[in-house]
């Protein structure tokens, strides 16, 4: 082989091997000999082969997972808890170059800052107030990451595993309080029939005929299979009267004529 077609040939691969192509959603740090030059935006690049050398950093929301902690509550009650870490990276070249690998610092940072928020707190806090929690873990990791150019998005409570004798006597207290609510709800219940009772009562007594329709009513119901057989221990007659229907009787003229 000729030595220019080789030389060209040389020449071909050595700008071949500089081209770079990088995403929208990307951006590129160049290095040249080991020193920072600039941050390459999205598209066709080129670099010069072994002098220079790009870092690619991906500018989307990124998710990390926080790995489950054990944590002691303020209240003595051992449980387990993860979550997961949104986070943007807003300035690639602090991310790059103030610190080593921003991933796992933000992971060692979010499970630190869980720990220290989640064991301040009772139980009972953490169980109704995840999202407040969220936001004391995602502020703690904020104020180490805003130096190195990441923004936290938010972060959040997946879940807590709590003992299973602590699941138990939960679960206990929540049957307890459900039957507590029924007991006043069926009490309740009592007081107002037992008022409308009363109620009723009065409006019958106010008039014997009302009285006789009711018992003739029961009877029916009770009759009503055809099975049974209902004996009176005294006549109808005999039951009682409204006194208003004795006193409203015209009061005979017991006076003497002179």
Do not use: H
């Not at 870092?55 to 387990?80: A, F, G, L």
């Not at 869980?114 to 107030?129: A, H, Y």
């Amino acid at each position: 082989m000729a030595p220019p077609m080789l030389f060209g040939i040389i020449i071909f691969l050595f700008l071949l091997a500089g081209i770079r192509i990088i995403f929208e959603y990307k951006r590129a740090l160049k290095f040249r000999f080991g020193k920072y030059v600039s941050t390459l935006g999205p598209g066709f690049k080129w670099i010069i082969p072994i002098v220079e050398t790009i870092q690619v950093v991906d500018i989307r929301v990124i998710t990390i997972n926080i790995v489950s902690q054990e944590v002691m509550t303020e209240d003595n009650v051992p449980c387990s808890i993860d979550g997961v870490v949104f986070f943007k990276i807003n300035d690639p070249e602090k991310a790059v170059l103030e610190v080593e690998e921003y991933r796992f610092a933000i992971t060692q940072l979010s499970q630190a800052a869980l720990r220290d928020v989640c064991g301040k707190v009772e139980l009972d806090t953490i169980l109704s107030k995840r999202e407040e929690m969220g936001k004391n873990i995602k502020a703690i990791v904020e104020q180490e990451t805003e130096v190195w150019g990441i923004e936290i998005i938010d972060v959040k409570i997946k879940d807590i595993q709590l003992p299973e004798n602590m699941r138990r006597m939960m679960a206990n207290q929540a049957e307890a309080e459900r039957s507590r609510r029924a007991r006043i709800i069926l009490a309740l219940a009592e007081e107002q029939a037992a008022q409308k009772l009363l109620e009723a009562g009065k409006l019958i007594d106010q008039s014997p005929s009302a009285i006789k329709l009711r018992l003739y009513q029961t009877l029916s119901n009770i009759a009503a299979e055809k099975n049974s057989t209902i004996l009176f221990p005294f006549p109808e007659e005999m039951v009682p009267k409204n006194k208003k229907d004795k006193t409203s009787e015209p009061k005979k003229n017991t006076k003497k004529k002179k």
